[in-house]
């Protein structure tokens, strides 16, 4: 048995077999990691020890703490939770907040402990706490002192989960300043794991994605270590949830890792993310396509000078949503795929290797091919589904649905692409998304972008529905920019302009308007209640 400092071994034990897991590459000289490898001592102690104490580090509504403070804080806290809470390493903790400079805290000072982190969503309510309590086996809670209602309601019938500590309260930072600023580090394995990521599934039971702190150090070292990459100067904003690993990465381990700085407030729409990036002079800027999308059309009311890298992710990026942004801000948008299973992003373009139309290339240190069903590679042009391998890969807990995600080593991510004879990958949709209209395959995303070009549209969504002759039929939902009316003439100069613009038996066959569409937490269109709406 090789060395771990977990003791509590659940999430150990609860490892897909090996021979469900997915090959991992480390060829990259930055990706040999060492045998031991704690994430908050790599991402903070090392930055301090390396003499950025008192560089700022993470800035809120009323904070602005510099490493040195952040590092106080957290060992304050990993004090709390060994201390006090009789946390041992390998034990579950659920973190429950919206995203602040304390709840930075409460996953860095997880780590540092030995604690699994399990992260969830700030408006998941009782019913979905209690799954992932039960399936997690979670012992340990950092909630928010103003979402404790919903934590509450779950803990009857969770009897597993018996500590619980409120955070973000004047009791608590009380609390905290009792403790000695002095923690080190749970001297981890590499290959212990660090976090539990719920997958933001629509449907059945959530998987827990099972993720190591080697996996946390890799994720810096392809996204902001070959693709973004930022400077130490850099001043970081975004929406994505702390959550979320888009959002885990984007706003808390990336700008640690570059010993920059990064705003965390929560509830940011996009007219408060642009307020914000104009107040806090930020440089480099995490949201989803709809974010872009519509803080483009407010552009020309602030001062957003600062801001020099946008990165978007979760969800296809329209051209026409990359060329508004363009054409408002001169920003050429750092389009990136990424997903739950693989922890960030692994295909993706910068500005310098755009190409129209492409989500990009592989990043250095994953591999990935388009295959067919029977896992045999595509031809150039031809559409098939992405294996994909590299330093991170899937591991859900204790779940059957680990060979469906993994096969032969390579991680299915279920999303659809061509490649061209450069390499660039063409995103087409998720698989479960295709719509099949009289014998044609269809990738709604595709019409959404043409939709989107027509100046009336502000955003839409387009789905397959039953239909008696054609299998299924295209439906968009269509939300109209004011001044527009979603009459009849307007559905019919809709079909036009997608029959002028793509191939004719792309057009949507019924168009709806509504006033906004389905979201998830993390910017994703919630194509199954559109499905809900049309039946
Ligand atoms: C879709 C995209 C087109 C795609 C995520 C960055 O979204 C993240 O994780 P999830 O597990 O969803 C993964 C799925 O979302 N998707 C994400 N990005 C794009 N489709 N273009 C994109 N740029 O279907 C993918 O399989 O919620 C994103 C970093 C971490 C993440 N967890």
């Given at each position: 048995m090789s060395y771990t400092a977990?003791?509590?071994?659940f999430v150990r034990d609860n490892l897909p077999p090996i021979d469900q897991l997915p090959e991992f590459i480390f060829e990259l000289p930055q990706l040999q990691f060492p045998d031991r490898l704690n994430a908050a001592k790599a991402l903070l102690d090392k930055a301090v020890a390396e003499g950025a104490a008192g560089r700022p580090a993470v800035i809120g509504k009323g904070i602005r703490w510099t490493y040195g403070d952040l590092q106080n804080k957290v060992n304050q806290l990993a004090r709390v939770l060994t201390e006090d809470m009789g946390l041992v390493p390998g034990n579950r903790v659920l973190l429950r907040g919206a995203n602040t400079p304390w709840f930075a805290v409460c996953w860095l000072a997880v780590w540092k402990a030995g604690g699994v982190a399990v992260s969830t969503m700030p408006l998941l309510r009782a019913k979905e706490l209690k799954q992932f309590i039960r399936l997690a086996r979670i012992s340990h809670a950092l909630c928010e002192a103003s979402l404790a209602e919903e934590l509450n309601l779950a803990r009857p019938e969770c009897p597993e989960l018996t500590q619980v500590m409120l955070f973000g309260d004047d009791a608590f930072v009380e609390k905290l300043s009792l403790k000695s600023t002095e923690f080190t580090a749970v001297d981890t394995a590499a290959d212990d794991p660090a976090l539990i990521a719920f997958t933001s599934g629509t449907t059945g039971v959530p998987k827990g994605c099972i993720h190591l702190h080697r996996d946390v150090m890799a994720m810096c070292e392809v996204v902001p270590g070959s693709w973004l990459k930022p400077s130490a100067d850099d001043i970081f904003i975004g929406t994505p949830p702390l959550a979320f690993t888009f959002g885990l990465g984007g706003l808390l381990c990336f700008p640690l890792w570059a010993r920059a700085s990064t705003v965390l407030l929560e509830k940011l729409t996009p007219p408060a993310l642009i307020e914000a990036i104009e107040q806090y002079r930020t440089t480099i800027c995490f949201t989803s396509p709809t974010g872009y999308r519509q803080m483009s059309g407010l552009v020309s009311n602030y001062n957003i000078q600062s801001l020099k890298k946008c990165v978007s992710a979760g969800e296809a990026l329209p051209v026409d949503t990359r060329n508004k942004w363009k054409e408002a801000t001169g920003i050429q948008i750092h389009d990136g795929i990424g997903g739950t299973e693989v922890i960030h992003i692994y295909l993706a373009s910068g500005p310098e290797n755009y190409r129209e139309g492409a989500l990009g290339k592989i990043l250095p240190g994953y591999r990935g091919m388009l295959v067919d069903e029977d896992m045999q590679t595509v031809a150039v042009g031809q559409t098939g589904k992405l294996a994909l391998k590299g330093p991170t890969g899937c591991r859900y807990l204790a779940d059957e649905r680990q060979t469906s995600f993994v096969r032969d080593g390579w991680n299915i991510t279920g999303d659809t692409y061509h490649q061209d004879s450069d390499g660039y990958f063409y995103y087409h949709a998720r698989v479960d998304d295709i719509i099949v209209t009289s014998g044609y395959n269809v990738a709604g995303p595709e019409v959404e972008s043409v939709l989107l070009e027509?100046?009336?549209?502000s955003e839409c969504g387009v789905i397959g529905v039953p239909d008696p002759d054609r299998g299924q039929i295209l439906k968009a939902f269509v939300v109209l920019h004011p001044g527009h009316h979603g009459d009849d003439a307007m559905v019919k100069t809709l079909q036009e302009f997608v029959k002028q613009n793509a191939a004719p038996y792309k057009y949507p066959r019924a168009v709806q308007f509504i006033s906004a569409l389905p979201r998830t937490e993390t910017g994703k269109l919630q194509r199954f209640k559109l499905k809900a709406i049309a039946a």
């Open positions: 977990h003791i509590d071994r027509h100046p009336a549209v």
